[in-house]
């Protein structure tokens, strides 16, 4: 069996071969490629979080491809199912990916913290995470997220409860050329005041 797929950041894309029964069928995951893009192969899998050995349907692969591209640093995957020799139900599953362009460095400006430290700490979590992105609001969000979670995992549990990481994206000549995290103080709208 080999069937095929694309999924993009903006729209999916119907099936490209196969029938709707191979669609529909459950298909055990030995085994991952994954190509085209500047990330490890072993995160990219881990962002789809399906696990080898896993059984899915199409539907499952198709959701945990929007989970990948949903983080906006690959723009596009095209994946396919190739069955292994005698075993029509058993495949290995192949990722072919657009990483989303321009990609632009990244730059963490927190007082108390230095850029650094939350470089090395997010590589840590996944070597995905460098001081490099794509400027574009569904990757900045992602990594704002994780910049969040190194404060709260580095001296301060209720960081969401006073302030949010924001971002700023510096432009030279019409062209994203930096983006900023840093800290804001959250606004006490709506809360009682103290007598």
Known sequence: ????????????????????EDAKKAVTVRSFTVEGTRLPAKSVVRLTELKSGATVTFAEVFKAMQKVTSTGLIDNIDFEYESLPDKDTEVVLKLKCRDTKPIVPATVKIAGVEDLQVWKWLQQIDPLFVAELPPVERAIRFYEAWVTKFMEANGQPEFRDKYAIESQTLFKNNAPERVVFSVVALKSIGKPKKK
Not at 6 to 18: L, V
């Open 1 to 20: 069996m080999l069937f095929t797929c694309a999924i993009s950041s903006t729209m999916a894309q119907q099936a490209a071969t196969g029938s709707s």
